[in-house]
C-alpha cells in the first residue's frame, strides 16, 4: 500500500479559495437584503406621493410657505385650482426652493415626478413636473432605482365638462 504525499502549500491554497468563496457568499447575502430594503423604502414613498396626490388638497395657497397638505383630486376629478398651484409650487425656483417645499409636504426625500398621459400615450403639454422638466430626462436618469405608479383620474382641463379619463404618473428614484 503506497502512503499519500500531503504538501502545505495545496493544503494552503484549498483553504483560501474555500475562504474566497465564503467571503464572497456572504456578503452577496449581506447585499440582497439592503437592496431590496431600499426599493421597498422608494416604493413605500411612491404609494404615499401616489395616495397624498389622490387625495383632496388642504390650504393650496399655503403650500409654498411649506403648509397645508398636497392634494389633486376630488371625487375622483382633478381639482385645476390645486394642480395649477402645485404645478407654480414645483416649477418655483426663489426665494426657496418650491420642488423640496413640495418634497417635504409630500414627506419623501426621494426625488419624484408627476404627469398625465392620455389614452394615446400623448403627454399632457409635455411637461414632466417636479424634479425633471421632461420625458427625455426621466429616460436618462442615472439612478440606482425607479419607481412608476399609475393612477386613473378624470381630468377636465379647461371645466368645460368635457374632460378625458387620463393616467396620473408619478415616477420616484433614488
Same mark, same amino acid.
Request: aromatic fraction near 10%; glycine fraction near 10%; proline fraction near 2%.
Given at each position: 500500500? %503506497? %502512503? =499519500?504525499? #500531503?504538501?502545505? =502549500? !495545496? ?8 475562504? #474566497?468563496?465564503?467571503?464572497? #457568499?456572504? &456578503?452577496?447575502?449581506?447585499? +440582497?437584503?439592503? %437592496? ?16 397624498? $396626490?389622490?387625495?383632496? *388638497? ?20 382633478? /381639482? ?9 409650487? +414645483?416649477? %418655483? ?13 409630500? *414627506? ?12 394615446? *400615450?400623448?403627454? #399632457? ?6 424634479? +425633471? ?7 436618462? $436618469? ?8 399609475? &393612477? ?5 382641463? /379647461?371645466?368645460? *365638462? ?9 415616477? +420616484?428614484? !433614488?
Amino acid at each position: 500500500m %503506497k %502512503k =499519500a504525499q #500531503f504538501f502545505y =502549500a !495545496d493544503f494552503i491554497i484549498g483553504v483560501l479559495v474555500i475562504g #474566497f468563496i465564503a467571503i464572497l #457568499f456572504a &456578503r452577496t447575502m449581506v447585499e +440582497v437584503p439592503e %437592496k431590496q430594503g431600499e426599493i421597498h423604502r422608494l416604493s413605500n414613498d411612491a404609494m404615499m406621493i401616489s395616495n397624498l $396626490l389622490m387625495s383632496p *388638497g388642504v390650504n393650496s395657497g399655503l403650500w409654498g410657505s411649506g403648509q397645508g397638505k398636497i392634494g389633486l383630486v376630488e371625487k375622483g376629478s382633478v /381639482n385645476s385650482v390645486w394642480l395649477n398651484d402645485f404645478l407654480s409650487l +414645483v416649477e %418655483k425656483t426663489s426665494p426657496n426652493d418650491g420642488y423640496q417645499t413640495a418634497k417635504r409636504l409630500l *414627506g419623501t426625500e426621494h426625488d419624484f415626478a408627476v404627469y398625465f398621459q392620455d389614452k394615446n *400615450g400623448n403627454v #399632457f403639454n409635455n411637461r414632466v413636473y417636479g424634479g +425633471v422638466d421632461d420625458l427625455g430626462q426621466l429616460g436618462n $436618469l442615472n439612478a440606482n432605482h425607479i419607481v412608476r405608479i399609475n &393612477r386613473v383620474v378624470y381630468f377636465d382641463e /379647461n371645466n368645460d *365638462g368635457l374632460g378625458q379619463v387620463v393616467n396620473l404618473i408619478i415616477v +420616484v428614484w !433614488d
